[in-house]
């Protein structure tokens, strides 16, 4: 069985901190997708990365994936309030289902 | 980009009574689509994968009489909690995938309320 363990799960800070969330696996992720989710809606798509190693920006949120895409990582800079919310990693496995393997999620507030 | 509804966005209802969620592919054809359900500040729980023209697979632990999945067209999927009790209280997400990509389109939620 595939698990993507995400941490920490919970996440207090005040405005203009850096901080970084984790997901890792003992397992291969042929993709592995980071969302966003605030209360009362769906996840929200950030990113999605492929390639062993790859690095992706999005703004002051940068995304990496592992060279042996097990693990993964969010980081964000000189955080905001509006960045407060549930960030959910999600691991795309080998097989060809579609289905989408979710890290525990990580609950984030940041207080102005 | 590909859309993803779903109906309603909340419901309560009677312990004991039947509820039926719509999730809808807006502006593509899903074959496949994924019903999650949701605690509070808690992450995705699949429950569900389904199929069109062809039953449901279900997750380990899910009851498949207590939760009926139907895909009735290739932009339509329905989740109907049957005899519904307030521990099925929950925020229930469907989701699509894109053609061919990776990316998965969630739908807005539907917030369940069981008195």
């Known amino acids: 069985t595939q698990l993507l363990e995400q941490s920490p799960q919970f996440l207090s800070i005040q405005e203009g901190e850096n901080l970084t969330v984790y997901c890792n696996s003992s397992?291969?992720?042929?993709?592995l997708q980071w969302y966003r989710q605030e209360p009362g809606e769906g996840p929200v798509l950030l990113v999605t990365v492929v390639t062993g190693g790859e690095v992706k920006k999005l703004k002051r949120l940068t995304f990496q994936f592992g060279d042996a895409r097990k693990d993964s990582s969010l980081h964000i800079t000189a955080a905001q309030p509006g960045d407060t919310g549930l960030y959910l990693c999600?691991?795309?496995?080998?097989?060809?289902?579609?289905?989408?393997?979710f890290g525990q999620g990580t609950t984030l507030q940041v207080k102005p | 980009g590909a859309v993803v509804s779903q109906h309603p966005s909340r419901v309560i209802c009677k312990s004991g009574t039947s509820v039926k969620i719509e999730c809808r592919s807006l502006?593509?054809?899903?074959?496949?689509m994924f019903w999650y359900r949701q605690f509070p500040k808690k992450s995705l729980m699949l429950m569900a994968t389904?199929?069109?023209?062809?039953?449901?697979?279900?997750e380990q632990g899910v009851e498949k009489d207590k939760f009926l999945i139907n895909h009735a067209s290739l932009t339509l999927s329905t989740l109907t909690v049957t005899s519904a009790h307030p521990e099925d209280s929950s925020f229930y997400i469907c989701?699509?995938?894109?053609?061919?990509?990776?990316?998965?389109?969630f739908g807005p939620g539907t917030r369940l309320t069981v008195l």
């Open positions: 502006d593509f054809q899903a074959t496949t």
């Open positions: 397992s291969v992720f042929s993709s």
């Open positions: 389904s199929n069109e023209g062809s039953k449901a697979t279900y």
């Open positions: 999600a691991g795309r496995g080998p097989s060809n289902t579609g289905k989408l393997i």
């Open positions: 989701s699509a995938p894109g053609l061919g990509t990776d990316t998965q389109y």
